[in-house]
């Protein structure tokens, strides 16, 4: 009589799976796939997923202004305030929170803008460069970095710009070394900085006059 192997239970052994099983089992798996495809791409079912492409809608608080705008979860704010706000003085650098080019303020504390996604900011208060301005007047930290000409190409300006505003607003009277610390998130390739600490100083006293925000 051949042996049974154990490799191959007979079908009436304990736990073996017989032959109509092993069919149902297929079946019941293929099925649960089907349903689940069905209701990825039914849009009455609820999957708690966003799908690639679609938007959300986010009210920002720019510069004093409530704007609403339509985005896609994955778009960060500096996309958002170029793209579709037109606001261009934040300016686009390395994009992966390196260079602050970017930088801008939320809720008065330097932030950068290619990594702080839109509908991070719902909800919290957007500074940008343009923000600075009364109509067509500088502020105050923009007219000190023109006096101390505290830019030479003039790209890595902005950020540079609202990193100072930043410092002020939480250090209205910071010796040099709080300005290098303040800024030293925002890189200068044409090496401006002693003028751009000098300029940082004289917003400083500026706005310790009484001169301007």
């Known amino acids: 009589m051949a042996r049974k192997s154990p490799q191959n239970p007979p079908s ?4 073996a799976l ?4 092993f069919l149902k089992t297929v079946g019941i798996g293929a099925a649960a796939v089907a349903a689940g495809t069905v209701a990825a791409r039914d849009p009455a079912v609820d999957t708690g997923e966003i799908p690639a492409g679609a938007t ?8 004093g202004r409530e704007r609403r705008v339509l985005v896609e979860p994955r778009w960060s704010l500096l996309f958002v305030l170029r793209e579709r706000l037109g ?3 934040t300016k686009v650098g390395c994009e992966r929170g390196e260079c602050g080019a970017c930088t801008v303020l939320l809720d008065d504390e330097p932030r950068y803008a290619c990594l702080t996604l839109a509908v991070e900011a719902e909800g919290r208060s957007v500074t940008t460069l343009e923000g600075l301005m009364d109509g067509e007047r500088l502020g105050p930290v923009q007219e000190a970095f023109v006096a101390a000409d505290a830019f030479q190409c003039g790209y890595c300006t902005p950020g540079q710009v609202m990193a100072v505003e930043g410092l002020l607003r939480h250090t209205p009277h910071p010796d040099l070394e709080q300005i290098r610390t303040g800024v030293s998130g925002n890189l200068c390739r044409c090496g401006a900085y002693a003028h751009i600490f000098q300029a940082a ?3 400083a006293e500026t706005r310790g006059k009484g001169g301007g925000r």
């Open 201 to 203: 100083a004289a917003a």
């Open 56 to 63: 959300v809608p986010v009210t920002l608080d720019v510069n």
């Open 12 to 15: 009436d052994a304990p736990g």
């Open 18 to 21: 017989s032959r109509r099983g």
């Open 87 to 89: 606001l261009t003085g």
